[in-house]
């Protein structure tokens, strides 16, 4: 009876085809582009970003890492697929959960910058098993303290909300008469301001506004207990940023307080798009974050 288990198992392996019976669903919230071969690092980018934002981060490293660059379904002109209706943001951190399972990564590195760093700081919270280690680039657990540094989730639900709704219903020339100024301060060159721009511009206003609704009303500070793996925070400051440049380090230390062994860096002269803006400090401190 074995012998003939053995031989029946034998037939089906040259019959079905490798993986046969093993369903692995295709991502319908991003799209992916692998480079490299090495330890894994998956590449979120933020809100309306393009996956080119971490060219020069992919291209230092895709020699050493193997790099899962990923997009945004709905960003920078990729195309909406998954994402047309409903939350954005907790959905995308399932796929991504899912990519990583599906794939096999062994407790894969995630660096997210903006709405993409929190999607990864959500994974780590809520799936503290699943990665090797985070670093959020300029995000905070709960955005919308930078609006209240009193507020919380309910209570700034209408708000979101009404912003949610504005977006929305902007004529399309009153969105791009508006975009200029909102990019002047993500970005400190014109060649960074000119890329945000047209990611901006090429993005699906739906997707960009119900994922803006996600990260305002989604506080994850409660959460961060929960973390296990290594998390470094990294942050821009820089003079014009007026008010806030003086107090930035206390906005993070604040916030990231409950995170057990964060490390929290920053990176001077730089605005949102620190990676943009300083790609020499930031790469650094991706090599020492990948150490």
């Known amino acids: 009876m074995l012998k003939t288990m053995k031989r029946i198992l034998a037939l089906l392996s ?3 085809p490798l993986g046969a019976g ?4 295709e991502p319908t919230r991003f799209s992916v582009e692998v480079r490299g071969q090495g330890p894994d690092v998956i590449l979120i980018p933020g809100l309306t970003s393009s996956a080119a934002v971490w ?3 992919a291209a230092r490293l895709e020699g050493r890492y193997r790099v899962h660059l990923v997009q945004v379904a709905g960003f920078a002109g990729a195309p909406v697929a998954g994402n047309a209706e409903g939350p954005v943001v907790a959905p995308l951190a399932d796929e991504v959960l899912a990519y990583i399972a599906g794939q096999k990564l ?3 590195a995630i660096i997210g910058h903006s709405m993409g760093g929190f999607t990864a700081l959500l994974i780590a919270a809520r799936h503290p098993d699943s990665v090797g280690r985070v670093m959020v680039v300029d995000a905070l657990p709960f955005f919308s303290v930078l609006i209240n540094p009193a507020a919380t ?3 700034i639900e209408p708000q979101a909300a009404a912003f949610r709704d504005s977006l929305l219903g902007q004529s399309d020339a009153a969105f791009a008469a508006s975009q ?3 990019v002047a301060g993500l970005a400190k060159t014109d060649a960074a301001r000119a890329e945000a721009l047209a990611w901006s511009l090429a993005s699906d206003r739906g997707v960009m506004a119900r994922a803006t609704y996600d990260v305002m009303t989604t506080d994850l500070r409660g959460e961060l207990t929960t973390i296990r793996t290594p998390v470094t925070v990294v942050y821009a400051r820089d003079t ?5 440049y003086g107090v930035v380090d206390q906005v993070y230390a604040t916030n990231y307080a409950a995170l057990p062994g964060v490390a929290l860096r920053r990176v001077d002269g ?3 798009y620190l990676m943009l803006d300083q790609p020499e400090p930031f790469a650094a401190e991706v090599e020492t974050f990948l150490k």
């Open 106 to 108: 062994d407790h894969p």
């Open 270 to 272: 730089a605005f949102h």
């Open 240 to 244: 014009a940023m007026g008010f806030f």
């Open 153 to 155: 989730a309910t209570a």
């Open 55 to 57: 060219r020069d981060t």
């Open 22 to 25: 093993v369903a692995h669903a």
């Open 180 to 182: 200029p100024r909102v």
């Open 14 to 16: 040259l019959i079905l």
